[in-house]
């Protein structure tokens, strides 16, 4: 079975860290964020991948190159206008063949495709789609299935009186060579919004698998964040970059650091704390479930609480950075400040 990552996408809502670096490459404890998704594939015997390019799509390249490093085999569809996720696999069709698992490239899934390909073989579906379920659906497109599993309705985004399941489009997919006829070329189209439910509305048979594991979907500065803190405290089953370091005597605090990075005495951490390579940590500094990029440097007596620091940027001298910052790489906030 093939792959089809899509990994064209802008990543708006994460900004600024992706203004500078795609979403799927933005680093997570030392490993281009798509690396975990590869782990996956990998365990389960998947080698052959597509990768759907636009948004930075020479990045990927010069990163993954032809997966040979990563014991894959990597190909590209590159789209000159982003065409959405229908329109981004149709580009790609030439390099598929019989029945293709598709993936969201900000999406991280502990699941078995084998299960999963079994799953959709049995119910004869054209379509299936991986489900989880959430305590908030409300941000979600919401799947209704039948207790057969097959798909009886979609709901994009609901409010809380419209919400009648929990289980969410978990963002991978099982498609029939059958389906591509259904997607018009070249123009931008969406599976979410324009495929599944006009197949479901011609009577096709699309089926909703609810996979069992870690799922999350990085597409915000707190998910991104959450995916450190779930890995850091083995939440999650992936094993984090070779150059990422349990730091001892880190009190009870679980934390990584990158090659190169400095801690000055008396800096103190609590939680779960990623540190990039090359990182400075201040005297007495004070650090709390966050994330400090590449480079970055951290003041004298600065206090950090559950937030991102891009790479390279400074944060001054007992500066305050609270809850939900989300520090710009290459960017200074003097001292004394508080955000
Ligand atoms: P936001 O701008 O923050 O909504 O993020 P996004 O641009 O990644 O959009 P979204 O989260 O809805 O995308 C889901 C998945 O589809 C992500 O893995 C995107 O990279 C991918 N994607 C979205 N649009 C396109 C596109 O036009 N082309 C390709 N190849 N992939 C896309």
Redesign the pocket.
């Known amino acids: 079975m093939r792959a089809v990552i899509?990994?064209?996408?802008?990543?708006?809502?994460?900004r600024p860290f992706t203004l500078a670096t795609?979403?799927?490459l933005l680093p997570v404890l030392n490993r281009p964020f798509l690396e975990y998704q590869f782990q996956v594939l990998s365990r389960h015997g998947v080698r052959e991948v597509v990768l759907?390019?636009?948004?930075r799509a020479e990045t990927f390249r010069r990163v993954f190159g032809n997966g040979r490093r990563l014991g894959l085999r990597i190909s590209y569809a590159r789209?000159r206008i982003?065409?959405?996720?229908g329109?981004?696999i149709k580009n790609a069709e030439s390099l598929l063949r019989g029945t293709t698992l598709v993936l969201?490239?900000?999406?991280l899934n502990a699941f078995d495709p084998g299960a999963f390909l079994k799953f959709h073989r049995a119910r004869r579906a054209e379509i299936s789609i991986a489900l989880t379920r959430v305590k908030d659906p409300t941000q979600y497109g919401l799947v209704l299935t039948d207790e057969k599993g097959m798909v009886r309705r979609f709901l994009e985004k609901p409010s809380w009186d419209e919400v009648v399941t929990n289980a969410i489009n978990a963002?991978a997919y099982l498609f029939e060579p059958s389906v591509f006829a259904h997607i018009p070329p070249g123009k931008?189209y969406s599976v979410e919004r324009g495929l599944f439910p006009e197949r479901l509305a011609a009577g096709a048979r699309i089926a909703g698998y609810v996979a069992p594991g870690y799922w999350i979907?990085i597409?915000s500065v707190e998910a991104y964040l959450q995916v450190h803190l779930d890995l850091l405290q083995g939440r999650a089953p992936f094993k984090p970059g070779p150059r990422a370091r349990a730091l001892k005597n880190a009190d009870d605090a679980r934390v990584t650091t990158g090659a190169g990075t400095k801690i000055a005495p008396f800096a103190r951490f609590s939680g779960s704390v990623s540190l990039g390579a090359s990182v400075r940590i201040g005297r007495g500094a004070q650090l709390s479930d966050c994330v400090v990029l590449d480079g970055a440097f951290i003041g004298d007596g600065a206090r950090l609480e559950r937030c991102v620091v891009g790479p390279g940027a400074r944060v001054g001298t007992h500066t305050v950075l609270g809850p939900g910052t989300a520090l710009a790489g290459g960017s200074s906030v003097g001292d004394y400040s508080q955000l």
């Open positions: 899509l990994i064209g996408g802008m990543g708006t809502r994460l795609p979403k799927p759907c390019t636009s948004y789209e982003p065409l959405g996720t329109g981004a969201n490239g900000d999406v963002g931008p979907d597409g």
